[in-house]
């Protein structure tokens, strides 16, 4: 239909359509309020705080000045309950002798004049849409954020807390130690190294056949008589785990003083495991123990050791467990010639110390290990070859130790020796080598026990923190959902009422708000 062929009912029944974000725009354009509307708000703003102050104790009045921002038509509504509540001062000419009723009527008239009220409600209706209704989405959109994000937290932090607690358990279980009071404890493991010693003696006595066979097979291919080699580990053998003045002098001594380790342990505190930490809340997975990473580096290189306070140390291979300590040498070299005697027969310094306390003698016992797992592993290779005419005629007139031997006798003399070296160089036995020579490689290893305790604790205590954000978040939530339904509901209330006045001055055309306005 074309509007020319419209007649002026049906023109004056189209609807008029606005968009809600240019409606203030809309109503000043076409003068239906002044543009200077601001001023005169103010002041009935300020007459509405005033008349507030003295309020009936009605329920309805009370929800209308309560929740969002009052307009013109809350004080319309006021005005109306005013009638039933001050009926008693209504004179006889229609007026009210009311001070409260009057400063009401008198708002409604300086709303109404100049339409500032329409002005004033398209405003607040912009504002809502543009602002107070998206900022109360995005705060609970944050709290929904927040409420995810804590509950995963809360999932991480408990199971890191977990996982540093057991690796604490797994590391002093491997050292041996309860970790209660850490530094006590080390210092006390120095009492096993004698039992340690005693055995690793007593297995390097069960590799005397190898070392017979070694000699042998040694004078046989030199052609010489006597054959000095492996000579620390027969003297041990001999001997046993000697102190190294009497290793080197051949004497016993008449008295020993072995240096003391000095260790601090005013300051060793008592490491009480959280007893908050849960332990089932997942499986964590720490494989199968034999290779736990302390965060203490052991590779140290092949520096001697004078046992006063150093911190460096060989072990001549071996497994290394990391407790990210560095190890610096802070005392140079140590040397074992032989030197004059201030007071005779007494062993002092390394001379005190057993020949596997000394890393000097005690590389040298291994290197005669490795010598021999060295000649054990030639001597299977060899065995797996085919022979040819030459071997064979070196195996005929070779000692009858040699010829005896079959690939199995040597593959059980490889294990012995593997076992030794493994017994002698693994990681607890380097923890308790350090200990026993560097009062500071005790601090730091305590250090980094306690680190794993504390680091514990903190994951506990951000746990905690984790559930009371969470919790602060669901209640700040709970608060914003109400605010937001309601100035919805206010918001739908408002656009009703200012599509009915605009109506009225256009004889009741339907009007309809566009835009935003239907999506809140």
Known sequence: MQAGNLTQEQIESLPIDIHSSKLLDWLISRRHCDQQWQKAALIIREKINNAIQDMPAVEEI?????????????????????????????????????QRMKDWQEIVKLYEKDSIYLAESADMLVRNIKYEIPS????????????????????????????????FNVSCKQLGIKGEKIKRELVTLIDELPLHYKQVTCNARNLDELQHLYRE???????????????????????????????????????????????????DEVM?????????????????GDNIDFGIDLDIGEENIDFGDTEAANFGGGEQLDFDISIEDCSGTVTIESKQETDAGVATGTDALSLLDNVHTRNMFLDDLFELESFVRQRLVEIKLEPDVISMSLIETAPPSMQKQTETSLGKMLDSIKALVSELTGGKMQHLFLIKSSPRYVDRLAESLRQKCWQADKMVQSQKLMVQKQSEA????????????LIRQRTSELQKQIESEISKKYKNRPVNLMGEINTI
């Open 62 to 98: 009370t929800s209308l000045l309560t929740g969002t921002y009052i307009n013109y038509f809350h004080c319309v509504r006021i005005v109306h309950l005013l009638k039933e509540t001050e009926a008693g001062t209504k004179n006889i000419f229609g007026s009210y002798s009311s």
């Open 474 to 485: 669901v209640e700040e939530k709970k608060q914003l959902e109400p605010k937001l339904q």
């Open 217 to 267: 097979f040694s004078k046989y291919t030199r052609s010489e008589k006597e054959c000095v080699a492996t000579a620390m580990l027969q003297y041990l053998c001999e001997h046993g785990n000697t102190t190294t003045y009497e290793w080197r002098t051949g004497k016993k001594p008449t008295s020993i003083d072995e240096p003391k380790l000095n260790v601090e342990l005013e300051d």
């Open 272 to 288: 009480q495991p959280s007893s908050e930490i849960d332990f089932d809340s997942g499986t964590v997975n720490f494989g199968d």
């Open 136 to 167: 109360l989405k995005q705060q609970i959109r944050k709290c929904q954020q927040t409420q995810t994000e804590c509950a995963r937290k809360e999932v991480e932090y408990g199971k890191t807390a977990v996982e540093i607690k057991e690796q």
